[in-house]
């Protein structure tokens, strides 16, 4: 079965560099959730898309930016980096339903700043 | 403070014996759901149960609700060097109907052979 497909799984920056990080989720899934797991951390929520407009907002800083295209899938920019932006940065997508939804996730990006 | 708070953070046991891991939270609820996480891989997907249920079977996988002590258990039967993995809970708050997923800081389970 399809699964969220992220890209590129690992990716190296230098501090003060731009980063785009792609998420496709699972087919006629229309939410999407952006995560970020410091090292030894849980996931933290960063933003999320229903729809393609942006449904939920969390502790996302202002140097990143998201958004859900019309083919559902999502891109999360990110720049002027700093060391503490290296993380593993996943994807989910979800199809909302009745009683709360089940998001699948994806492999991760993992993001590592120099 | 964290949603989830998962207890104990590390657990290791031998090949066969069961585990038990734990999650407390703070709000209510919409649902809750377990996800396993290898080192530095992708979170997948192993039970939700839901605010007005208060166990659930899948597998060797045993969960519990406690909506009134805002907690839940995460049982592994008869677990196997496999099972080694980091164990989240997270939650759906119920004011935000899955909208946002807050996880605890996870178990990081240890299965000898």
């Known amino acids: 079965a399809a699964g969220v497909i992220q890209s590129p799984r690992h990716l190296i920056k230098e501090k003060r560099e731009t980063a785009t990080l792609k998420c496709y989720p699972i087919?006629?899934?229309?939410?999407v959730y952006w995560y970020q797991q410091g090292p030894g951390q849980d996931p933290q929520f960063l933003i999320s898309?229903?729809?393609?407009?942006?449904?939920d907002k969390g502790s996302i800083p202002d140097r990143f930016s998201a958004q859900q295209f019309s083919d559902y899938h999502s891109e999360l920019n990110m720049s002027s980096l700093e060391l503490g932006d290296s993380a593993l940065y996943f994807c989910?997508?979800?199809?909302?339903?009745?009683?709360?939804?089940?998001?699948?996730f994806g492999q991760g990006t993992r993001l590592t700043v120099v | 403070s964290q949603q989830g708070e998962e207890d104990p953070q590390a657990l290791s046991i031998q090949e066969g014996e069961n585990a038990t891991m734990n999650c407390s939270y703070k709000?209510?609820?919409?649902?809750l759901q377990w996800y396993r996480q290898n080192s530095g891989r992708g979170l997948v997907h192993l039970i939700l149960?839901?605010?007005?249920?208060r166990e659930k079977h899948s597998g060797r996988l045993r969960v519990t609700l406690d909506t009134s002590k805002k907690s839940s258990s995460l049982l592994i039967t008869a677990s196997r060097a496999a099972d080694t993995a980091s164990y989240f809970c997270?939650?759906?708050?119920?004011?935000?109907?899955?909208?946002?997923?807050?996880f605890g800081p996870g178990t990081r389970l240890s299965v000898l052979p």
């Open positions: 709000t209510s609820i919409n649902n």
């Open positions: 149960i839901r605010s007005n249920e």
């Open positions: 087919p006629r899934h229309d939410t």
């Open positions: 989910a997508s979800s199809s909302p339903g009745t009683g709360g939804t089940e998001a699948f």
């Open positions: 997270a939650t759906v708050p119920e004011d935000n109907y899955g909208q946002n997923f807050v």
């Open positions: 898309f229903y729809e393609k407009m942006q449904s």
